[in-house]
């Protein structure tokens, strides 16, 4: 296993860890819970969960993206590497926050992220 993947591992096992204690100590102060109030708690810790996978995917792609020279989709001239910028967005699982390398073309004064 890739030392990138060990500590994503860590960080998701932390997080499934969290939501499993947050269950139980829903469950302990809830006292005869119906399904409703069982679904909705199943569902907001499934959407953390989901989102948590959908970054860890990410971060995988991220890391495994080699170091080569990135060429800009307007002008293809060659663009700088800015280094880690951390970056938000919508998806059908949440908002996700991820960090990632980001690009800038000169010509054309325009950032890029390569995932899209
Ligand atoms: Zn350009």
Redesign the pocket.
């Known amino acids: 296993m890739k030392k990138s993947q060990a500590r994503l591992k860590a960080e998701y096992m932390a997080e499934a860890e969290e939501l499993f204690d947050e269950l139980m100590a829903w469950d302990e102060s809830t006292a005869e819970p119906d399904m409703a109030q069982i679904e909705e708690i199943v569902l907001r810790l499934r959407k953390r969960i989901g989102k948590r996978m959908a970054e860890t995917v990410l971060a995988q792609q991220e890391s495994g993206q080699p170091v080569e020279r990135i060429r800009?989709?307007?002008?293809?001239?060659e663009?700088e590497n800015k280094g880690q910028k951390e970056s938000d967005f919508e998806t059908r699982v949440g908002n996700l926050k991820i960090e990632r390398s980001h690009y800038y073309?000169?010509?054309?004064?325009?950032g890029f992220f390569p995932l899209g």
């Open positions: 800009c989709p307007e002008c293809e001239k663009m073309c000169p010509r054309c004064r325009r």
